[in-house]
């Protein structure tokens, strides 16, 4: 069975996992206080908006808490076929919703949420805790992109900001 999320939720997914991912790569090396200043509320709303829709979008209303390991998810996504390589710019441009799997559409609404349970309290998270959820940041990414090849945002979306980047390089600000 599959899932079919619009086009902005995965715009927004998408967003909030690479920016997350990034975010938490730079986190590992800094003070925890300044990743937890960085994701105020106007950039933690927005991220359980997107968990709210991932789960109202779930038939079987358990929210998102299906037991799917990272390698489990990743290994099951087939790249993208000679066909998706050739059209996936021109499908990708009409394409008004995408379909997913249960248990990816589970795994994307886990990861951000226990992104925020990370960021709700002031102790950083071991290092191997913070790793893990940077891994699996990238395998919603991964997902996504398999997913959705030819998805037009996509590019763009790979220069998200993030907390803690250097400044001289180009970024695409968060709406």
Not at 157 to 175: C, G, T, Y
């Amino acid at each position: 069975m599959w899932i079919q999320l619009p086009k902005k939720t995965v715009i927004q997914l998408y967003r909030h996992c690479r920016e997350a991912e990034r975010s938490v790569d730079a986190a590992l090396w800094t003070k925890w206080c300044d990743l937890t200043n960085y994701y105020a509320e106007e950039r933690t709303a927005p991220i359980r908006q997107t968990i709210e829709a991932l789960n109202r979008g779930l038939p079987d209303g358990r929210g998102c808490s299906f037991g799917c390991t990272r390698d489990e998810l990743t290994g099951a996504v087939p790249t993208p076929g000679l066909f998706r390589v050739l059209f996936g710019k021109w499908l990708g441009g009409v394409k008004t919703n995408w379909p997913f799997l249960p248990q990816e559409v589970h795994f994307f609404g886990s990861t951000l949420d226990r992104l925020l349970q990370y960021l709700s309290v002031p102790e950083k998270p071991s290092q191997d805790e913070l790793i893990a959820l940077r891994m699996d940041l990238h395998a919603c990414a991964y997902v996504i992109e398999c997913r959705c090849y030819g998805l037009p945002e996509r590019a763009e979306l790979q220069r998200i900001e993030h907390f803690n980047q250097s400044s001289p390089v180009a970024v695409m600000k968060m709406m």
